[in-house]
């Protein structure tokens, strides 16, 4: 089982590594010293705390949706041409960018600080790992 250390399981949650070592310390998340003594969490054990304290912002637009990849986030950029319009939003440590029509987005009122949600229902994900071999 892979282990990572304190400040890439940070990166990976979002959050400072003063924050994973104060859940470590007060018993919230299990670790363990490697060999050259450093903190490690199992990547099990950090994938089952993700999972347990993901805590989404509340979606904005209360509807109800069959797609399961909902992403509140706020609008950081709008580039538009006459035909089409590129929108661009910050949704937690997560750059998301669509491409839409511009009347789409007028009709919408996407601006950079308008608070929206990303949609994703794809077909096709891709899933990689460093090293890649099974």
Do not use: Y
């Amino acid at each position: 089982m892979p282990a990572l250390r304190v400040k890439d399981a940070a990166a990976i949650l979002g959050v400072s590594d003063d924050t994973v070592r104060r859940w470590i310390d007060s018993g919230m998340l299990a670790s363990h010293k490697d060999e050259s003594g450093r903190k490690v969490i199992a990547g099990d054990v950090l994938a089952a705390f993700a999972r347990e304290h993901a805590a989404p912002p509340p979606d904005p637009l209360g509807v109800g949706s069959s797609a399961r990849n909902r992403f509140v986030g706020l609008v950081t950029k709008v580039t538009a041409d006459q035909v089409m319009c590129e929108v661009q939003m910050q949704c937690g440590p997560f750059t998301v960018v669509s491409l839409m029509s511009t009347e789409s987005a007028n009709q919408l009122g996407l601006e950079p600080g308008v608070l929206a949600v990303a949609v994703i229902k794809a077909t096709n994900v891709i899933v990689e790992t460093p090293g890649g071999s099974s």
